[in-house]
């Protein structure tokens, strides 16, 4: 079992030995640029992690991993130009640093970048890997377009939001699990369990997220505390005020969603309305029972408790983080 520091060198190690064809550069270079911004990488080291449930030498997975590493930073680049974000990771993102085009097609260059690595399998489970990448990158682009959907809708149901980040935030951590249990030689119960051990994690991060958002520390967070507020972005903890049945606190809500030059009057109004109605704790809560199911379905995987030990530290960590 190997550890995530060593998860997170040999990715980083591998990542930085890629290298990219000299012309034309104004494709390629955007790709280097953000593969070497300093990222988590969270990711492929779980694929490592996962494999190495089974399997002492993970080097059977690191093509695995650092399909998925791209495959994730190429859905940053084109998240960038759509959220029309001006940093990635505290540098200036590729479509601001180029412009859009460049962003675009060089994210288009990732994908397929991702596929050739992950095309270097052999065929006894090519087919397996594929087909897990390729329902994965589809329900991520379905979760990123139900996110878009609900910039313009007042409706949204918390079924529909737990949905919308399940697609977009945990599908891939799930396969990234996944997929280093069926490298690692893994029976499909496991496999499958440490897939819902990831969505469940995944729902879980997201939602810790959103609370980190209006009640984190800003000189812990990274970025100013209320930006999901100041841009009307639909959280757990907005759709669940937008879903109150406080009819007067609904249309106090509703009145702040339309102001856009009180950024610090919007930010104290909004996060008091969150206050009023414990709708922090109500997050929380949910974010706990979706992290229980996780350990749950980690705890049912057939493998010695001291392999486990490594990723039931990082979800505990994943849960307590402040960034």
Not at 104 to 114: E, K, N, P, R
Request: charged share 30%; glycine share 4%.
């Amino acid at each position: 079992m190997i550890t995530f520091e060593e998860a997170l060198s040999l990715i980083t190690q591998k990542t930085g030995d890629i290298r990219f064809p000299k012309q034309p550069a104004r494709l390629y270079a955007p790709i280097a640029y953000l593969l070497a911004l300093k990222g988590k990488k969270l990711r492929p080291a779980l694929t490592l992690l996962a494999c190495s449930l089974y399997k002492d030498d993970v080097r059977v997975s690191i093509n695995m991993a650092l399909a998925w590493e791209i495959f994730h930073n190429f859905t940053l680049m084109h998240d960038d130009v759509m959220d029309k974000a001006d940093l990635r990771r505290g540098e200036p993102a590729v479509h601001k640093k180029w412009n859009e085009n460049t962003a675009i097609l060089s994210g288009d260059a990732m994908l397929i970048m991702a596929y050739k690595y992950l095309a270097k399998y052999p065929i006894s489970c090519l087919k397996e890997l594929l087909d897990l990448f390729s329902t994965t990158a589809t329900e991520i682009c379905e979760g990123q377009e139900y996110d878009m959907q609900f910039e313009n809708r007042l409706d949204i149901r918390e079924e529909e939001y737990l949905n919308m980040i399940r697609l977009k935030t945990a599908v891939l951590l799930g396969a990234c699990l996944k997929s280093g249990a069926v490298l690692g030689g893994a029976e499909a119960k496991d496999q499958d369990l440490l897939y819902d051990f990831g969505i469940n994690l995944g729902i879980a991060f997201q939602i810790q997220d959103d609370i980190l958002d209006v009640y984190g520390d800003a000189a812990v967070f990274g970025k100013k505390i209320g930006g999901d507020i100041l841009c009307n972005k639909k959280t757990y903890l907005l759709v669940s005020a937008l879903n109150s049945n406080n009819e007067e606190a609904r249309a106090e809500l509703l009145s702040w969603l339309q102001v856009n030059d009180q950024p610090e009057q919007k930010i104290e109004a909004v996060t008091k309305l969150y206050n009023r109605q414990l709708l922090r704790e109500k997050a929380r809560n949910q974010m706990d029972s979706y992290y229980k199911k996780a350990i749950r379905s980690l705890n049912e995987v057939d493998v010695a408790s001291e392999k486990k030990t490594v990723l039931m530290e990082i979800a505990k960590e994943l849960m307590n983080r402040k960034t």
